[in-house]
């Protein structure tokens, strides 16, 4: 049974009889307590409007990977808002070449500074790879708290991101000691196509990666392995709330969901990089 709405089924979320139509329980919260985009942008602009009221060198810190969204947050933030912000980027060992040449390049492009602080995630990759889970959610607390380290560091109280889904309702979110998380691409909703269009004009390629990402080389291979494991995507919930939202359509949602394809050079590359696989 599928959801009428997004692309669960009921191998993923509990699917229900809504006035004779078949949704899952996520689509119905969604329907119960719709999200309020309007507001989350009045919110957002509002703070980034007035930062650059002040005369700091930076004005906010750019959670920074070279991604597409990244990148298309840098763009927002230095052509609408007119702010200087600091690109961090956490380099974790398997980020592609590929991506940090993109972020060199649009950072010069836009004559802003970029800091790359290197990690070494092989560990945390291997560990869930070998169990056959997912190792997003545990790689991104640890680069959110580097980011987070250099705002205190430096004392700047805003920390932008490039996320497209909301907390909840809102998307500003509080962190330790009085700095703001702002996921600066939510309130706008823009499709896939959009955001392609918008990097059209910037020093920005397309790294083929296997996966819904544009930096990432062990995605790929984690959602295969999980794949094997649960014969379905990690991203599920991910990718449903984008196509519940309308940031994504149902049929290319579907196609995300398959198990991927990943380029054999992107296997030679993280053996490279001394992930054992
Ligand atoms: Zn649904």
Not at 148 to 177: C, Q
Not at 202 to 218: A, E, F
Request: charged share 30%; net charge positive; proline share 4%.
């Amino acid at each position: 049974m599928e959801c009428s709405i997004c692309v669960h089924t009921s191998k993923t979320k509990k699917i229900i009889d809504y006035n004779g139509k078949k949704i899952c329980i996520d689509c119905l919260t969604m329907l119960k307590y719709p999200p309020n985009f309007e507001k989350m942008k009045e919110e957002v602009e509002n703070i980034l409007y007035n930062l650059k009221k002040g005369n700091k060198k930076y004005h906010c810190i750019l959670a920074f990977s070279g991604g597409k969204d990244s990148v298309l947050s840098l763009k927002l933030l230095v052509e609408k808002f007119k702010l200087n912000p600091l690109c961090v980027m956490v380099d974790n060992k398997y980020i592609a070449n590929e991506a940090i040449e993109n972020a060199l390049n649009v950072t010069k492009h836009y004559n802003v500074d970029l800091v790359i602080l290197n990690r070494d995630f092989t560990n945390l990759f291997e560990d869930a790879i070998k169990r056959g889970e997912s190792p997003c959610r545990r790689c991104s607390r640890l680069i959110l708290r580097d980011v987070w380290r250099v705002a205190k560091l430096l004392n700047i109280k805003y920390i932008v991101t490039g996320h497209e889904l909301p907390f909840g309702h809102s998307a500003i979110r509080d962190m330790k000691e009085g700095i703001k998380m702002i996921r600066l691409l939510t309130p706008y909703k823009f499709k896939e196509e959009e955001k392609y269009k918008m990097l059209k004009d910037l020093p920005w390629k397309k790294p083929n990666l296997g996966g819904y990402t544009t930096n990432c080389l062990v995605l790929g291979l984690a959602l295969n392995r999980f794949f094997e494991k649960y014969g379905f995507s990690f991203e599920i919930n991910r990718i449903a709330t984008l196509v519940r939202l309308g940031l994504l359509s149902k049929e290319k949602g579907k196609k995300l969901l398959e198990k991927p394809e990943v380029p054999e050079e992107v296997y030679e590359e993280l053996r490279k990089r001394g992930l054992k696989i």
